[in-house]
C-alpha cells in the first residue's frame, strides 16, 4: 500500500474528510499530509505508527511493508521483505493452532463450572479415523 492509499484509507475509515482533520487525529502538522501527496515526502516511523494504529493494523506489520516498498538499498529491501515473510508465517502459525483448538475443543467438558474436578475431564474429542473418512467402524 503505497503513502497515498494509507491516507486515504485512514480518511474513510475514520470518516475524515479534509487533510487538517486527519493530520489532527494523526498528530502531525498538516503540511505534512500535503507533502506525503505530492511526493515530496516519506511518512516517518512515527506517522506510520499512528496511521497503522487508525487503521488497526499491526504498526511494525505496516512499516515493514512500508520499507519493503520504498527502500532503495537491495540488501535492506530483502531484509524487510523477509521481515515481512517470517511476520505472516507467524500469523498463518497462529490461525493454525487456532482453527484446531476450535476444531478439537469440547464446550461440554467445560459446561460445569461448579465441579471441582474439572481438569479431569476430557478436553478433545476422540476422533478414529475411520469417522474422519466417513467410514462405518
Known sequence: MNTLELLYEAKRKTGIRSDYALAQKLE????????????????DTYTLTR????????????????????????TRKDFWKGFLLRQNLKVIAMLVLALSYGVFYDPEAMADTNNASLYNKPLLHSVSLCEIRGGNS
Open 28 to 43: 502531525i502538522p498538516r503540511q505534512r499530509i500535503t507533502d506525503y501527496k505530492n511526493g515530496n515526502r516519506q511518512p
Open 51 to 74: 496511521l497503522a494504529i487508525v487503521l488497526e493494523r499491526d504498526p511494525m506489520g505496516l512499516i515493514a511493508e512500508f520499507e519493503a516498498s520504498n527502500e532503495k538499498n537491495q
